[in-house]
């Protein structure tokens, strides 16, 4: 039973069938481009789209919208500071303007940047600062069946054989992502933090954690490392982040807020300020960084009910609940559930589509198309060359949808899954010069599964 109740609510709509078809084509079958009025229920992202308590709302009224020393600003450093331990912050709109911020200041031309996984747009800032975004993740990670407790793990000996290739002195940085997001979600342990810790300071190089779930992450951390089973999520998660030498973090997830990110760091050496140079240049000056004192107060408050029971319980536990009625409906889902989304393995539901005809994408496409249900494609599509599954991403805003909302997504999915090779696959007609953001504007075409798809013109 849920600890809350709702306040606010929002009329949503299920559009016919023949107007969802008419979308989906002026859309280019990219879900991206769908108005949100046209979408039953959103899965697109958990980033920002969650819903704010009432002490959140409350906090905005307060928000202090001074240019520079905001009493807000202080809030929020405060707030990092008690519940992550860094104590000082570059502040920015949302999480890729934070890395753009901390990688700008850290990746070079030439360089290698490690990662149990790299998700779009930190490939993306790591590739634009001339980077090669190399991803380590263990061999669990790629195997949705597995029981393996922390399939998000960073694998330290794939790390060590890139460093042998390319030198330690073309490695600058060493990332953590928690959860990892390209990796169905799953958890990272802090024995394994504290391992990548070590191997970054061996190598030299900054470790950086990427925290936008770092709540979900220590929740995972209580059940199931055995050294923490009697720890609060607010004690593991500050034990996790201690080993980190600065974090990117997107309060767009476990800030509970819908705008708003950072950068954290230890103190205020060189790279701190290099990162307030680059947030004051790209982001704001360095008491708002993008943000209005308003979503700096309401940021602060968040980052603290984040930690606190029993809301990541109820959270992770409504992510479980859709992974299991989409299992009990025969769909093939990535297990365990991750802490935020739930991941469907598009090669198993539609197994007459090759790679090359995108059937993630199709699978999103048909879930809008059957039921009004906008999620994400994080396979080839996404990430071009990719060896991974073709993985659809079903993301859970916090606090905002309800069992009706989930057994709608689940009865979708069955029925996608039911239609079987009737279902067609996709080829790219036109895409952005960025390989790692094609997904985001990209337009594409249904093509004849006999037929082998073209490449884009």
Partial sequence: MRSYKTTMVEPIRLLDREDREAALRDAGFNVFALDSADVFVDLLTDSGTGTMSNEQWAAMFTGDEAYAGSDSFRELEAAVRDVMGFERIVPAHQGRGAENVLYGALVDDGDVVLNNAHF????????????????????????????????????????????????????????????????????????????????AQEIDATFVVDACRFAENAHFVQRREPEFADESVAAVAREQLSYADACVMSGKKDGLVNVGGFVGLRDDGELYQQCRQRGILYEGFSTYGGMSGRDLAAFAVGLREAVEPPYVAERVAQVEALCEALADRGIPVYQPAGGHAVYVNANEALPH???????????????????????????????????RDDLVRLAVPRRTYGPDHLEHVADTAAAVCEKGEAVTGYEVVSEPPMPELRHFSAELRPVDPAREPTSPQ
């Fill in 120 to 199: 779009d747009t930190t490939r993306a800032h790591v590739a634009a600062n001339g980077g090669d975004p190399v991803d380590c993740p263990v061999p669990e990670a790629r195997d949705g069946d597995s029981d393996h407790p922390f399939k998000g793990n960073f694998d330290v000996e794939t790390a060590r054989r890139v460093v042998d290739d390319v030198g330690a002195e073309n490695v600058p940085v060493v990332v953590l992502t928690i959860t990892n997001n390209s990796m169905a979600g799953q958890p990272v342990s802090v024995q394994n933090t504290r391992e990548v810790a070590a191997f």
């Fill in 353 to 387: 589509l090759p790679r090359e005809a995108f059937p993630g994408q199709a699978f999103v496409c048909e879930l809008y198309r059957e039921g009004g249900v906008r999620a994400v494609e994080l396979g080839r599509f996404a990430f071009p060359e990719t060896e």
